[in-house]
């Protein structure tokens, strides 16, 4: 078991499908962890869609904790394929992220 196991609460949110793998969890230190890993394709719309309404719940709850103030650490390290139809919903977390103050960081992605 790494590090980053050890430090997750209980409430964490996992969706994992054959190709696909999405995470939101809140760590003990209060950093809201998202993971898109596999194939990120048009199948997977709704899917996709139900994972970013849970992140939101995450964000509301965790924003009421914090005064407000949120930390996020993304990780896309295991996104293999990315489709186009994809950007909708992640459009519409951003925008929902828009009313917390945040503090962000993702890793594994490129230009």
Request: glycine share 6%.
């Amino acid at each position: 078991m790494s590090d980053v196991d050890n430090e997750m609460k209980p409430e964490e949110h996992h969706l994992r499908k054959q190709d696909l793998s999405l995470v939101a969890e809140v760590r003990k230190d209060g950093v809201v962890f998202l993971s898109i890993a596999g194939k990120f394709g048009h199948d997977e719309l709704f899917s996709v869609i139900a994972w970013t309404e849970k992140v939101k719940r995450i964000l509301r709850e965790e924003s009421a904790k914090n005064e407000g103030e949120i930390l996020i650490l993304c990780d896309l390290s295991g996104l293999r394929f990315f489709d186009r139809s994809m950007i909708a919903p992640l459009r519409e977390l951003l925008a929902y992220d828009a009313q917390f103050r945040l503090r962000s960081a993702m890793s594994g992605c490129s230009p």
